[in-house]
């Protein structure tokens, strides 16, 4: 009898461990990208430099992410991404476990997705994926300094972050960024954005404001991880796309303005103007055309223009320099998960001279700037996938 007894709640007890999946199911992936390379830059300082290194059309990471379902269609999710330099073992986003990412929210189907931690502004996603650096091409085609953030290179801290729903292909959010601060609005930001997608064709644009970004490091933008420390940051842009067949066209706009700006994070401590000279506001506008033509299911090859407006507006006088960006790349899968692929961006500064490091063309991914207006990188390169 006793034998029957607990054979019985041993039964109950298994039946009960394996009903509950069936209740509040759980989901968690671990996934990453692998991406290195050698890169050619023909003037760095004065001299050309072959080097290995890691993250270009993707940053390098590895990442967890999951989901529970609470039912009634509501799921808690997560996600932590953590960047790290291949060549060196190195962590990337100023040494950030999780520098790329790190949030937890909810998501439900017909509201749209409540998250919280250090995420992706709008720019990025949205206005980002309508410009090649931002899609396919990655760091090497980003606009000069990535003035707009499109190339992803700071995150927000401290975020509260809404995302839609798709309604009949529009698709809205915005993000809020404390400073965690005395001073409310010290290094806080917001930013919002939409995008229409209706069978190949994609329209976008989004807004970003930061005000103090880069000072401090409890910030919405720290320090360590700004592209420009300025007293405020507007960006603002649309874009647009069109797929037809295996081709992909793409238009972008974008608006960067800088008020009193004293840094940037890709030129390190090397001072923005001369001393003895107040820079009072740095404007860039850039105009990108990209293309992307699909030869077969394994190859595809991609070409990006960029126009960049620069207004420098300092006390020793305002004037308006021209960059010209131009990048090729060709992309080969060897399988689904792995491909091999070639880039190279040429950048060239013209017109009014601002008697500054600005003067001297510098592409993202560089060591630093060339001696000269002019500079060019050639990168080959494998990216895994897992």
Same mark, same amino acid.
């Given at each position: 009898?006793n034998?029957q ?18 209740v509040?199911q ?15 830059t023909?003037?760095?300082?004065r001299?050309?430099v072959?080097?290995?290194t ?13 989901a529970?379902e609470?039912?009634g269609?509501l799921?808690?999710?997560f ?12 962590l990337g ?6 520098g790329?990412?790190?949030y ?14 250090r ?9 980002g994926?309508?410009?090649a650096?931002?899609?396919w ?8 300094l990535?003035?707009?953030n499109?190339?992803n ?19 809205f959010g ?11 609005a010290?290094?806080r930001?917001y ?31 720290t320090?360590? %991880? ?17 797929t037809f067949g295996?081709?992909t ?7 960067s303005?800088y008020?009193?700006p ?13 001393p ?5 506001s ?10 992307k ?13 960029v ?6 507006d ?9 960059i010209?960006s131009?990048?090729?790349m060709?992309?080969y899968?060897l399988?689904?998960?792995? %491909?091999v692929y ?16 600005l %003067?001297f ?11 000269t ?6 990168r080959?390169?494998?990216?895994h996938?897992f």
């Amino acid at each position: 009898m006793n034998k029957q007894v607990f054979a019985l709640a041993v039964s109950a007890a298994a039946s009960a461990a394996f009903a509950v999946p069936a209740v509040a199911q759980t989901s968690v992936t671990l996934y990453g990208v692998i991406d290195e390379g050698i890169n050619y830059t023909n003037n760095v300082g004065r001299g050309h430099v072959y080097e290995l290194t890691s993250g270009f059309a993707q940053g390098s990471r590895w990442g967890l992410k999951g989901a529970e379902e609470l039912g009634g269609g509501l799921k808690a999710i997560f996600q932590l991404e953590n960047g790290f330099d291949l060549s060196s073992g190195r962590l990337g986003q100023g040494g950030r476990m999780f520098g790329r990412q790190a949030y937890v929210g909810l998501s439900s189907e017909p509201y749209g997705t409540l998250t919280f931690g250090r995420q992706y502004d709008s720019v990025v996603d949205y206005l980002g994926q309508t410009t090649a650096n931002g899609s396919w091409a990655g760091l090497l085609f980003a606009h000069p300094l990535d003035n707009d953030n499109t190339n992803n290179t700071f995150r927000l801290d401290n975020t509260v972050k809404y995302t839609s729903p798709s309604i009949s292909g529009f698709q809205f959010g915005g993000t809020y960024s404390f400073s965690n601060d005395t001073g409310f609005a010290n290094n806080r930001a917001y930013s919002f954005g939409g995008q229409y997608v209706y069978g190949g064709l994609l329209v976008a644009a989004a807004y970003l404001q930061g005000d103090n970004p880069g000072h401090g490091a409890n910030g919405a933008i720290t320090a360590n %991880d700004a592209n420009f420390i300025a007293a405020r940051m507007r960006v603002f842009g649309g874009g647009i796309t069109y797929t037809f067949g295996p081709a992909t066209a793409g238009f972008a706009y974008s608006n960067s303005n800088y008020l009193n700006p004293t840094g940037n994070g890709y030129l390190g401590t090397t001072p923005l103007v001369p001393p003895g000279v107040l820079l009072n506001s740095l404007k860039y506008q850039n105009f990108e055309v990209n293309g992307k033509y699909q030869i077969s299911p394994m190859l595809f090859v991609g070409a990006q223009y960029v126009y960049t407006i620069e207004t420098f507006d300092a006390s020793s006088g305002g004037v308006k320099p021209r960059i010209h960006s131009f990048g090729l790349m060709a992309d080969y899968n060897l399988s689904k998960r792995t %491909d091999v692929y070639i880039q190279g961006e040429y950048q060239q500064v013209t017109g009014d001279l601002t008697y500054s490091i600005l %003067d001297f063309a510098f592409i993202p991914g560089t060591q630093s700037p060339s001696s000269t207006s002019k500079q060019v990188v050639v990168r080959a390169a494998i990216r895994h996938k897992f």
